[in-house]
Structures are given as C-alpha cells and as structure tokens.
T-cell receptor, first 110, second 112 residues
Framework: GNSVTQMEGPVTLSEEAFLTINCTYTATGYPSLFWYVQYPGEGLQLLLKATKADDKGSNKGFEATYRKETTSFHLEKGSVQVSDSAVYFCALSGGFKTIFGAGTRLFVKA | NAGVTQTPKFRVLKTGQSMTLLCAQDMNHEYMYWYRQDPGMGLRLIHYSVGEGTTAKGEVPDGYNVSRLKKQNFLLGLESAAPSQTSVYFC???????????FGPGTRLTVT
C-alpha cells in the first residue's frame, strides 16, 4: 500500500540556516505530493504541492521537487526564520485518501 | 468565508459518555474527512465522505460513527467514550479526490 516516511525530529536550527526535511514515499500509480505545516494550536495548512514527476512546488521560500526516480519530495528553505517554527507533514494523495507522514517538528532559534 | 469550522474546541468526557463533534465547511466541497492526531503518529483517518449522504471507513473507525446529512456538515459521534479516544480531532474537506485538504482548528478531547 501507499506510505510516507519523513525524517524524525525535532530539528533545531539557528535563524538564517539552511533547512532540509527528508520525505520518501511508496505508491502505486502517480500520486500528488504535498507538504503541510501546523503551527501551535492550529490545524494543518497547505504549504506546497506537486502533482507530477519533476514538478517543483514552492511557497514562502520553501521548495520541494517531485522526484519519481528516488521516490522523494524533500522540503528545503535557504534561510529559516523564527516564525518557521512549526510541525511539517509530508503527504501523498492517491485515490480517496491522503496518507500523512508522522511529522517533523522544527525549532528555529534567534 | 470561514473555511472549515469545528465545535467544540475542547471537551472532557468520562468513560462511557457519548458526544458528537460537528464540522462545517462553506466551500461547497464534496469530500470531508475526520482524523485523529496523537503524539508521534501523525494523522490517522477515522472516516470520510465523498458526498452528501455517503460515508466510508478509514484507518481507525472502531468506536466512532459519522453522518453527512447535509453537504456542508460532517458529524463524528462517540457512543461510549474510552480513554484510548483521548486525542486531538481534525476535520478536513477537499474539492475532489487527490486535491489539497483544508483543515479545521481541531477539537481537543480528553476521556477520563
């Protein structure tokens, strides 16, 4: 069946550091891939998405590229800010259901 | 445009009590979902609906029931609450299958 594996956290970075959160997936067919972000006390909200191989999703300085050959969708940001502190979820959608990774908590220190 | 709303925000139940969580969306979405979020386990799908009058089981449906009598509302019921149902519950909706989901703010439920 479909599955998503993302790196365990927490990840702690200093402000302006480079961020990578790894995400790999297993799926049949051609799923859509997503990154969602959850700020404290809130629901998840979409950060970016990609619907086919080699697509790059981007938003608010975050990027992720749909790599079918490595079954990966790693999240990157060149310079993180304190306000980026949150939990990040990689997700895969194929059919009626979306499969979420376990989440990676990011702490950014000033 | 409120998006997805959930009531209540917090609730404490005793074992064996029942309750209903209400989810409402104003985006005319066909698909609606109920998830539970537990530490270290991400989100797990409880039940979902692909349109008014339809419901289907997700990954962890036992102990829960749902109804979708109106397109904009999706109700989650606990008939006899157990401590294992202590969790944060999120409702979500999407325009169609495979598209991005819009989440409500969550309901924190504690069962003692």
């Amino acid at each position: 069946g479909n599955s998503v594996t993302q790196m365990e956290g927490p990840v702690t970075l200093s402000e302006e550091a480079f961020l990578t959160i790894n995400c790999t997936y297993t799926a049949t067919g051609y799923p859509s891939l997503f990154w969602y972000v959850q700020y404290p006390g809130e629901g998840l909200q979409l950060l970016l998405k990609a619907t086919k191989a080699d697509d790059k999703g981007s938003n608010k300085g975050f990027e992720a590229t749909y790599r079918k050959e490595t079954t990966s969708f790693h999240l990157e940001k060149g310079s993180v800010q304190v306000s980026d502190s949150a939990v990040y979820f990689c997700a895969l959608s194929g059919g009626f259901k979306t499969i979420f990774g376990a989440g990676t908590r990011l702490f950014v220190k000033a | 445009n409120a998006g997805v709303t959930q009531t209540p925000k917090f609730r404490v139940l005793k074992t064996g009590q029942s309750m209903t969580l209400l989810c409402a969306q104003d985006m005319n979405h066909e698909y609606m979902y109920w998830y539970r979020q537990d530490p270290g386990m991400g989100l797990r799908l409880i039940h979902y609906s692909v349109g008014e009058g339809t419901t289907a089981k997700g990954e962890v449906p036992d102990g829960y029931n749902v109804s979708r009598l109106k397109k904009q509302n999706f109700l989650l019921g606990l008939e006899s609450a157990a401590p294992s149902q202590t969790s944060v519950y999120f409702c979500a909706s999407s325009l169609d299958r495979g598209s991005e989901q819009y989440f409500g703010p969550g309901t924190r439920l504690t069962v003692t």
